[in-house]
């Protein structure tokens, strides 16, 4: 027998497979994941836990006239097969090939690009609004978690749907997790809804009661019970917020029963009005080791399927490892340290002061900004809390640490992590931009350590400051091979590797160590460079510009970000002051960079240390 996949070749196949039949579909859509997630990596986890809710979704929409707005879109792969791109999976996340995320440029099924939370009810309703106002009459989806639902913005989009008096659907995915278990009142409040047996018994028993009066009598006595529904549902459910909002809720439903989920869908779009569709799924459904480790399948590399091990024996030590242990011993010591979290504690290395420090640690859910004027607060009150925030998802809180921290010149210390190239997760994701969004800020100290041991050093004296502080660093491995040339941490004060004359690199973060290797390169040609360990983005190092120009009459300086308002440029506006001296800065141009290996994707805009080398060599033999 032929395998139902095969017959999935462009959008809308979905509706030639027998309805029998589509459980079948499923299972064979998981396998697929499974198999190919395990040759590339990717998200597994939440892709497995929304195969029926996304056929179920496809099976009421005509595509690509109808819309499907993922939230995130880290769940989007069913959606990718149903819309016939499964023989792009054998290039997911890989550098030129299909995205792990939604994107406009790969199919018109595609509505919008999609990586941070939050965002799908606000992106739906103005596609609803953009549809109403053009005459149009597409079906409008958002498909939300029950983890982003935790962030403001789903709120403020909540807020506002309400006044909507026409149709759009918000499908809420109820997993009872985001990467990690979710937190927080609306977390509680879902639990409710979908324990409440006594409700969902009476509303099923009432329905099928109803359904066997002769003569359509029922469906007559239904209308005359309309009514009193929402006294029923108040009486069980307790708040039923969105209702109360002025929402429809439908649910909870099986979010594995297709057939339930496309009554449901139908029932919903034949309302003159915005409903939320609540839906229980489980995350990693189908392969047990996901099904078992959720946070631990969220995202993977490549590895077995039958173990579910990646093969690796030896797990080398992290920047986000070395955050997380050097605050658990800087705690020790100090009762005042506490560490938040938005929903990313196993990402940012603070599962083990978590455990610690249980009652000093705060996850405040999906919800970046919360997270760092709550930060503020709790220094106002003479705490030092520490917020390690990955760098794409830090800048969703630009105001909180301009308006709340740097403004009230607050003790917050902000770990930028994920700093920097991260790779396969691509546009959304890239950590390129903090140097620019944070090193204007008054009062706001900004550090890069070189490796795992001056990531140390920084963290504990960013504590000893009396205003605010942010340490980045970047993905993967930490370095540890220039740990014996660290000098003691002084604020604002670089630090000088390798002493050469007339050409000098300054390096910040993570490319020192490519500077360092640049210069190897370049001693076997016979050129002795002077490289620079930046440390301090903000404030600069003058002194050392100084000093360098005395004897360098080129430098160049050396960023794992974008030009445009980069340390780079900083440098290079100093020297063009009063100082003869020519300046070069090495960066990623102003444009989003795609997703690929970091090591790919550095060497093909020439911040590798060979190309850096050979670009010296090349300017150095014909000035």
Same mark, same amino acid.
Request: proline share 4%.
């Given at each position: 027998?032929?395998?139902?996949?095969?017959?999935?070749?462009?959008?809308?196949?979905?509706?030639?497979?027998? *309805?029998?039949?589509?459980?079948?579909?499923?299972?064979?859509?998981? $396998?697929?994941?499974?198999?190919?997630?395990?040759?590339?990596?990717?998200?597994? /986890?939440?892709?497995?836990?929304?195969?029926?809710?996304?056929?179920?979704?496809?099976?009421?929409?005509?595509?690509?006239? %109808?819309?499907?707005?993922?939230?995130?879109?880290?769940?989007?792969?069913?959606?990718?097969?149903?819309?016939?791109?499964? %023989?792009?999976? %054998?290039?997911?996340?890989?550098?030129?090939?299909?995205?792990?995320?939604?994107?406009?440029?790969?199919?018109?099924?595609?509505?919008?690009?999609?990586?941070?939370?939050?965002?799908?009810?606000?992106?739906?309703?103005?596609?609803?609004? /953009?549809?109403?106002?053009?005459?149009?009459?597409?079906?409008?989806?958002?498909?939300?978690?029950?983890?982003?639902?935790?962030?403001?913005?789903?709120?403020?989009?909540?807020?506002?749907?309400?006044?909507?008096?026409?149709?759009?659907?918000?499908?809420?995915?109820?997993?009872?997790?985001?990467?990690?278990?979710?937190?927080?009142?609306?977390?509680?409040?879902?639990?409710?809804?979908?324990?409440?047996?006594?409700?969902?018994?009476?509303?099923?028993?009432?329905?099928?009661?109803?359904?066997?009066?002769?003569?359509?009598?029922?469906?007559?006595?239904?209308?005359?019970?309309?009514?009193?529904?929402?006294?029923?549902?108040?009486?069980?459910?307790?708040?039923?917020?969105?209702?109360?909002?002025?929402?429809?809720?439908?649910?909870?439903? %099986?979010?594995?029963?297709?057939?339930?989920?496309?009554?449901?869908?139908?029932?919903?779009?034949?309302?003159?009005?915005?409903?939320?569709?609540?839906?229980?799924?489980?995350?990693?459904?189908?392969?047990?080791? @996901?099904?078992?480790?959720?946070?631990?399948?969220?995202?993977?590399?490549?590895?077995?399927?039958?173990?579910?091990?990646?093969? *690796?024996?030896?797990?080398?030590?992290?920047?986000? +490892?070395?955050?997380?242990?050097?605050?658990?011993?800087? /705690?020790?010591?100090?009762?005042?340290?506490?560490?938040?979290?938005?929903?990313?504690?196993?990402?940012?290395?603070?599962?083990?002061?978590?455990?610690?420090?249980?009652?000093?640690?705060?996850?405040?859910?999906?919800?970046?900004?919360?997270?760092?004027?709550?930060?503020?607060?709790? @220094?106002?009150?003479?705490?030092?809390? &520490?917020? !390690?925030?990955?760098?794409?998802?830090?800048?969703?809180?630009?105001?909180?640490?301009?308006?709340?921290?740097?403004?009230?010149?607050?003790? &917050?210390?902000?770990?930028?992590?994920?700093?920097?190239? &991260?790779?396969?997760?691509?546009?959304?994701?890239?950590?390129?931009?903090?140097?620019?969004?944070?090193?204007?800020?008054?009062?706001?100290?900004?550090?890069?350590?070189?490796?795992?041991?001056?990531?140390?050093?920084?963290?504990?004296?960013?504590?000893?400051?009396?205003?605010?502080?942010?340490?980045?660093?970047?993905?993967?491995?930490?370095?540890?091979?220039? $740990?014996?040339?660290?000098?003691?941490?002084?604020?604002?004060?670089?630090?000088?590797?390798?002493?050469?004359?007339?050409?000098?690199?300054?390096?910040?973060?993570?490319?020192?160590?490519?500077?360092?290797? @640049?210069?190897?390169?370049?001693?076997?040609?016979?050129?002795?460079?002077?490289?620079?360990? @930046?440390?301090?983005?903000?404030?600069?190092?003058?002194?050392?510009?100084?000093?360098?120009?005395?004897? +360098?009459?080129?430098?160049?300086?050396?960023?794992?970000?974008?030009?445009?308002?980069?340390?780079?440029?900083?440098?290079?506006?100093?020297?063009?002051?009063?100082?003869?001296?020519?300046? +070069?800065?090495?960066?990623?141009?102003?444009?989003?960079?795609?997703?690929?290996?970091?090591?790919?994707?550095?060497?093909?805009?020439?911040?590798?240390?060979?190309?850096?080398?050979?670009?010296?060599?090349?300017?150095?033999?014909? !000035?």
């Amino acid at each position: 027998m032929n395998k139902l996949l095969d017959e999935i070749n462009r959008p809308n196949d979905i509706k030639k497979i027998p *309805k029998d039949r589509l459980p079948e579909l499923a299972s064979e859509i998981r $396998d697929f994941i499974v198999d190919h997630v395990s040759r590339t990596g990717g998200h597994l /986890a939440s892709n497995l836990g929304t195969v029926e809710l996304t056929m179920a979704i496809h099976l009421v929409c005509d595509l690509p006239k %109808d819309k499907i707005v993922f939230d995130v879109g880290h769940q989007c792969y069913t959606h990718k097969i149903l819309t016939g791109r499964k %023989d792009g999976f %054998d290039t997911l996340r890989r550098y030129k090939g299909m995205s792990g995320f939604p994107k406009r440029c790969e199919s018109t099924c595609d509505v919008f690009d999609t990586g941070h939370s939050s965002t799908s009810i606000s992106v739906a309703l103005g596609l609803a609004k /953009a549809r109403d106002l053009s005459g149009r009459d597409e079906k409008i989806f958002a498909l939300i978690g029950d983890g982003a639902l935790s962030g403001g913005l789903a709120y403020e989009a909540l807020n506002n749907a309400a006044r909507l008096r026409s149709n759009m659907i918000i499908v809420l995915n109820d997993n009872q997790m985001s990467i990690s278990k979710n937190v927080g009142g609306m977390s509680n409040y879902l639990g409710r809804i979908r324990t409440n047996k006594k409700y969902n018994d009476l509303k099923n028993n009432v329905k099928t009661n109803l359904a066997k009066l002769p003569n359509g009598r029922g469906v007559r006595v239904a209308g005359n019970i309309r009514s009193v529904k929402d006294t029923l549902k108040r009486m069980f459910i307790p708040g039923m917020l969105f209702e109360d909002m002025g929402l429809t809720y439908i649910g909870p439903i %099986d979010g594995h029963d297709i057939g339930q989920m496309v009554e449901a869908f139908n029932n919903a779009l034949r309302m003159n009005e915005p409903v939320i569709v609540h839906v229980c799924t489980r995350k990693g459904k189908g392969y047990r080791p @996901a099904e078992k480790y959720p946070s631990r399948y969220h995202g993977v590399g490549a590895f077995n399927v039958s173990s579910g091990s990646s093969g *690796k024996a030896d797990h080398p030590e992290t920047y986000s +490892h070395v955050f997380g242990d050097e605050l658990i011993k800087l /705690a020790d010591n100090d009762k005042r340290i506490v560490a938040v979290t938005a929903a990313m504690p196993g990402g940012t290395g603070l599962l083990d002061f978590q455990k610690a420090f249980p009652d000093r640690f705060f996850d405040v859910g999906i919800e970046e900004e919360h997270a760092i004027t709550y930060s503020a607060g709790m @220094a106002a009150g003479g705490l030092r809390p &520490v917020v !390690p925030v990955y760098s794409t998802f830090l800048q969703r809180a630009y105001d909180e640490i301009m308006s709340d921290v740097c403004l009230n010149n607050m003790p &917050v210390v902000i770990g930028v992590d994920r700093s920097g190239i &991260v790779g396969s997760d691509g546009e959304t994701h890239q950590g390129i931009y903090d140097i620019a969004y944070l090193r204007h800020m008054p009062g706001l100290t900004v550090m890069a350590p070189k490796g795992a041991r001056e990531l140390r050093e920084m963290l504990a004296f960013a504590l000893t400051l009396d205003g605010p502080a942010a340490i980045k660093y970047p993905r993967g491995e930490a370095v540890t091979e220039l $740990d014996d040339h660290d000098q003691a941490i002084a604020l604002g004060r670089s630090e000088i590797l390798v002493r050469g004359s007339g050409i000098a690199l300054i390096a910040v973060g993570s490319m020192v160590m490519t500077a360092y290797k @640049a210069a190897l390169i370049l001693k076997n040609k016979g050129i002795n460079v002077t490289v620079v360990n @930046a440390r301090f983005v903000s404030p600069i190092d003058t002194e050392m510009l100084d000093s360098l120009s005395e004897s +360098h009459k080129t430098i160049y300086t050396l960023e794992e970000g974008v030009i445009e308002c980069g340390f780079g440029e900083e440098v290079d506006r100093y020297y063009s002051e009063d100082h003869d001296v020519k300046v +070069h800065n090495f960066g990623f141009p102003d444009k989003f960079i795609s997703h690929g290996s970091p090591e790919i994707l550095l060497k093909n805009y020439g911040l590798d240390a060979g190309s850096i080398a050979m670009y010296i060599l090349k300017a150095y033999t014909n !000035p």
